[in-house]
């Protein structure tokens, strides 16, 4: 077993609070909860936003799909809705359809997932729906296309090697599965991404579940078949929660929530590099208040990386953003502060450009909302004041305030003996035979 230790260092940083002025915003006040899943830009002014709902039918679950523009005008909002559950994961353009995958209990109607696919046309109209049901819980992960097509990614208790595996299929051009295929082990492992390394071989990035309950990333390179010639995982001593993937020329970026420092109940991020060429490792950094911060999202500007995180800041929440460049140092952070109202927690944010982005906000009294915002460059704001911040700045509010900063402690890597096999359709009932609504919902009331 391969240790990667980094002496562990603990810095005080500068954290600054900043309210941003000139900012245009539109909220979806609905009476319940949205779940932001994903955003994707549809050309240059136009995107979709999609996710889940609890605000406009009877049943737990549904799937939305809003369309909106640079505006903020809506220009379309739909719900897919089953009988009981149905939970979007995730939602991609493919071959000029786009393409929804989700856990849903609408078909078997009981506590067992399986997965629910709907097929849109560029006009978002539902051209055709199916259930794919095992014996026992089967789970929607990604969409993903590459050289060869387009796959299906998930995860299955129904067939596999005595424990959650890896369930992969690909899309036929009528979007029916054609193959499938399951990777894993006899321990608990789901999948997050599938990632084209060269032609014919694929980086298949999986949460692993460790005998002793903690998550670790497992990495394993694979062929058109799935047949697997490398496999590993690394982590620390506790919990990583792989969150996203950054990708550059030469390195992989693979971020978590950890709870891996002291104490070992709070969450901080974690970001691990490795070369894309041979899969080494380069380094690791992680941050973190002594409250729990949480993954939300991150956006390559001007060789940096900018990350959006979750905290508390003086007992009330706040979105922070950390500035990196690819050596992984810490150039500075901030908190923006109050922007969407005293209180409220920014459950979900989705930088679209420079100066738009989708934003998922919390409070008490309106529980999940669904926002737009528009402003000027924040990357380039950022980046021209973080030197100078101390000094008076105009249109800021400037705060110092200290953030635990450190360089992970105890990172382990070791190897890990995966099976690959391909399996029958015959395991699994695929069917058309499930009763589902999709309705267009009047939002003039709610969108302000």
Not at 28 to 51: C, N, Q, R, T, W
Not at 109 to 129: A, T
Not at 220 to 238: I, Y
Request: net charge negative; aromatic share 16%; with cysteine.
């Amino acid at each position: 077993m391969r240790k990667l230790i980094i002496a562990f260092i603990v810095l005080l940083m500068s954290l600054f609070i900043i309210v941003f002025s000139q900012v245009e915003m539109k909220v979806m006040y609905a009476p319940s909860i949205e779940k932001v899943k994903k955003v994707m830009g549809l050309g240059d002014d136009e995107f979709l936003i999609v996710g889940d709902t609890k605000s406009f039918t009877e049943t737990s679950d549904d799937w939305f799909i809003l369309k909106a523009n640079s505006k903020h005008d809506i220009l379309k909002f739909s719900i897919l809705s089953g009988a009981f559950s149905d939970k979007l994961v995730d939602f991609n353009n493919v071959n000029s359809y786009f393409v929804g995958i989700g856990d849903t209990w609408s078909f078997r109607r009981e506590s067992l997932d399986d997965i629910l696919v709907g097929v849109f046309d560029k006009d978002l109209n539902l051209v055709k729906y199916y259930v794919v049901s095992g014996t026992r819980d089967d789970r929607a992960s990604k969409i993903i296309s590459v050289r060869n097509g387009t796959y299906f990614l998930g995860s299955t208790r129904s067939v596999g090697f005595g424990a959650e595996s890896n369930l992969i299929y690909k899309f036929g051009p009528d979007f029916y599965p054609t193959n499938f295929w399951v990777v894993g082990s006899s321990v608990d492992q789901t999948p997050f991404d599938l990632i084209e390394i060269s032609p014919s071989k694929y980086l298949l990035v999986s949460s692993y579940q460790k005998l002793s309950g903690n998550k670790d990333c497992l990495l394993a390179v694979v062929d058109d078949n799935f047949n697997v010639s490398r496999a590993f995982a690394f982590g620390g001593g506790f919990d990583e929660e792989i969150t996203d993937i950054i990708q550059t020329k030469d390195n992989f970026y693979f971020i978590f929530n950890t709870r891996s420092f002291k104490p070992q109940d709070k969450s901080n991020i974690l970001i691990s590099s490795f070369k894309k060429s041979n899969l080494n490792y380069v380094r690791s950094f992680a941050f973190g208040t002594l409250e729990d911060d949480f993954y939300l999202s991150s956006y390559q500007y001007d060789d940096n990386i900018f990350v959006f995180f979750s905290t508390m800041i003086d007992k009330k929440p706040a979105l922070a953003v950390a500035i990196l460049d690819y050596n992984l140092a810490l150039k500075a952070t901030y908190v923006i502060n109050d922007l969407f109202g005293i209180d409220s927690k920014v459950s979900g944010f989705f930088p679209l450009k420079e100066n738009l982005f989708a934003v998922n906000i919390f409070n008490l009294n309106t529980l999940d909302d669904i926002s737009i915002f528009s402003s000027k460059n924040i990357f380039d704001y950022l980046l021209q004041d973080y030197k100078k911040i101390s000094k008076n700045v105009q249109n800021l509010r400037v705060e110092k305030y200290y953030l635990k900063v450190a360089k992970y402690p105890n990172i382990e890597s070791y190897p890990v003996e995966l099976k690959s096999e391909s399996i029958s359709p015959d395991n699994f009932v695929i069917t058309d035979q499930i009763k589902l609504n999709y309705t267009d919902i009047n939002y003039q009331d709610i969108w302000k």
